[in-house]
């Protein structure tokens, strides 16, 4: 009985945080800010440093989490929104990693760049900017 409770209690997902490199002088960012930098209205960080944001693979439950609670909006609407974009030539969309840890070596390693991960996720070389609710 006790292992029949067990399987059903789903697990809590920890937190999505965004995240930049160590040497960004970007120590915190304001919702509206994450959301331009990953909406494309902004390319740059509010320091003027070039953003390059990185998105995690489009099946990935933490993609749909962080746009979900950043945006109230679905991947497909996501997709739908730059697909749109692409085709006007207004802007690009984040470049794509497949999972938390790429997305964490690519941030490691480029100063300009943005990426999101489940707060399990973290480690010491790449510092929280901006928590979702």
């Known amino acids: 009985m006790a292992l029949l409770f ?4 789903q697990p809590v997902a920890a937190d999505v945080v965004v995240i930049v490199n160590l040497d ?4 915190h960012l ?5 959301i331009d930098i990953y909406m494309g209205r902004y390319t740059h960080f509010p320091n ?3 953003a390059a944001p990185i998105d995690m693979d489009p099946e990935s439950p933490v993609r749909v989490a962080y746009y979900q609670k950043l945006v109230n909006k679905t991947v ?3 997709n739908s929104f730059w697909a749109r974009l692409l085709f006007t030539g207004r802007a690009t969309p ?6 938390a840890k790429a997305v964490t070596n690519v941030v490691m390693h480029n100063r300009g ?6 707060s399990l996720s973290l480690n010491d070389n790449v510092k929280v900017v901006y928590r979702l609710p």
Do not use: F, H, K
Request: proline share 10%; aromatic share 4%.
């Open 94 to 99: 984040p470049q794509v990693a497949p999972d």
């Open 76 to 78: 497909a609407q996501i």
């Open 24 to 27: 960004n002088p970007v120590d």
């Open 48 to 50: 003027g440093q070039i």
């Open 113 to 118: 760049a943005i990426g999101y991960v489940d």
């Open 6 to 9: 067990l399987s059903v209690i």
């Open 30 to 34: 304001t919702r509206e800010q994450v």
